[in-house]
């Protein structure tokens, strides 16, 4: 850590007014709500904060001055009083951020965080006192307690399967979270697999700020009617063996609801019928496979007719 004085610009002298107005423009020109992904500003918003927080302190102010104690509110050496500063002499105190003028770093940042449009997300995180959390000045970042980045708490990952029909219509679906809330999520347009949609808010709380983000990956489920082959989908439709001969209107499912189909007479199966723009989000085309269904149990005429053909006109389908 860095001499308080030098982090916020102030001297030796300085009285208690100066160095609150020193630490109020830092804190606003650094504050992380200010500067979204700026891992330096949020570094210099936490060396700001935990330097005023040790200025602010009589005590401790004392003895940094006195040489006592380091940046960091550290001893510099031991022998003080009963067995050094927890001693009578009263070294720093975890926890004690506010001096004679009552005004901590954290009270300070709720003084102009309203202008923010939220609440301070360093405060008592930043100065690492509570939960056993120590802030890294040049990251903003808390290692070794439940504090996360700046105050936030630490964001969660959670799975959910759609089906074909959901993601198409960009429809609302149920999400559990690890903590067992089930929240209803709108998938964005045009989701795609793998896609992570952000809930704001809804990860691990943070006894620091606020809590952090949920951060929900997009799987598809395997459909029993459709298959999915980039925006395009494919599907098959059973026909009896008449319907096929002498052609037919069918009912075919799409991702929009059924449709009506002609087949024409003669229908080829091994050819997909397409309809185009019915495939996933409209950008695809359906592609319609045609399968032709046998009487059940089998059929005397049927078989009649089938050796007659195979004599009197047989055609070939295979090399």
Do not use: C
């Not at 105190?93 to 360093?122: C, H, N, T, V, Y």
């Not at 405060?123 to 970042?141: H, K, L, M, S, V």
């Amino acid at each position: 850590m860095r001499d308080p004085y030098t982090v916020l610009g102030v001297s030796r002298s300085a009285s208690e007014k100066d160095i609150k107005s020193a630490y109020r423009k830092l804190a606003k020109k650094y504050h992380p709500d200010q500067n979204p992904g700026d891992p330096t500003a949020h570094g210099k918003f936490a060396e700001a904060t935990h330097a005023y927080d040790l200025l602010n302190d009589s005590e401790k102010r004392g003895q940094f001055d006195r040489g006592e104690i380091d940046a960091d509110g550290n001893p510099r050496f031991a022998g003080f009083g009963n067995g050094g500063f927890g001693g009578a002499r009263g070294g720093a105190r975890p926890g004690a951020g506010a001096g004679a003028g009552g005004f901590s770093a954290e009270d300070i940042l709720k003084e102009f965080m309203s202008g923010f449009g939220g609440q301070p997300r360093g405060g008592a995180g930043a100065r690492g006192a509570a939960g056993g959390a120590q802030w890294d000045p040049f990251t903003g970042t808390a290692t070794g307690g439940a504090g996360g980045r700046m105050g936030k708490g630490d964001d969660v990952v959670v799975n959910v399967t759609i089906s074909l029909e959901d993601a198409h219509k960009a429809a609302s679906v149920p999400v559990r979270m690890p903590s067992g809330k089930v929240l209803s999520v709108k998938l964005p347009e045009k989701v795609e697999e793998g896609q992570q949609i952000r809930l704001k808010g809804q990860g691990s709380p943070s006894p620091y700020g606020e809590p952090g983000d949920a951060l929900v990956t997009v799987r598809f489920e395997k459909s029993k009617t459709f298959r999915k082959d980039g925006h395009d989908v494919r599907t098959d439709v059973p026909v009896t063996l008449y319907e096929a001969v002498l052609g037919a209107k069918v009912r075919v499912p799409t991702l929009d609801g059924s449709v009506e189909l002609t087949l024409p007479p003669g229908m080829d199966t091994s050819k997909a019928l397409r309809l185009k723009g019915k495939g996933l989000y409209g950008d695809g085309d359906l592609y319609v496979n045609i399968r032709v269904v046998l009487p059940p149990g089998g059929d005397a005429d049927l078989e009649a007719l089938a050796r007659f053909m195979r004599d009197q006109n047989p055609y070939k389908v295979r090399d």
